[in-house]
Nanobody
Framework: QVQLAESGGGLVQPGGSLRLSCAAS????????ITWFRQVPGKEREGLSC?????????????VKGRFTISRDTAKDTVYEHTVYLQMHSLKADDSAVYYC???????????????????WGQGTQVTVSS
């Protein structure tokens, strides 16, 4: 059974940093990639960053490139349990959103930013950037 759960959200001041965690289980990263999305009310879900552990590649949206870093905690990994982080720096008010992690079959990874392609999602964690 595929499960994803985000944690680490909260309130942070502009310019601050936050690290989100995605606990994923029930699948092997040989066949899936994990992506972070965010969504604000009234807007489409936005793909932020994707990690493809099978070939070591990471992908970033222009809106977060240079500020956000996706990584995988290989020390915690088992075959079917994984932890993926999204380290966020220089946060702005526009970064306020609900952040989600999602799993996508490896063969679709070139379209990682399209939320409709994903079958598995976490419940989301709220990030609020405000003074």
């Amino acid at each position: 059974q595929v499960q994803l759960a985000e944690s680490g959200g909260g309130l942070v001041q502009p310019g601050g940093s936050l690290r989100l965690s995605c606990a994923a289980s029930g699948f092997t990263l040989d066949y899936y990639v994990i992506t972070w999305f965010r969504q604000v009310p009234g807007k489409e879900r936005e793909g932020l960053s994707c990690i493809s552990s099978s070939d070591g590649r990471t992908y970033y949206a222009d809106s977060v490139k240079g500020r956000f870093t996706i990584s995988r905690d290989t020390a915690k990994d088992t075959v079917y349990e994984h932890t993926v982080y999204l380290q966020m720096h220089s946060l702005k008010a526009d970064d306020s959103a609900v952040y989600y992690c999602a799993a996508l079959p490896l063969g679709r990874r070139t379209h990682w930013g399209i939320p409709a392609l994903y079958d598995y999602w976490g419940q989301g964690t709220q990030v609020t950037v405000s003074s």
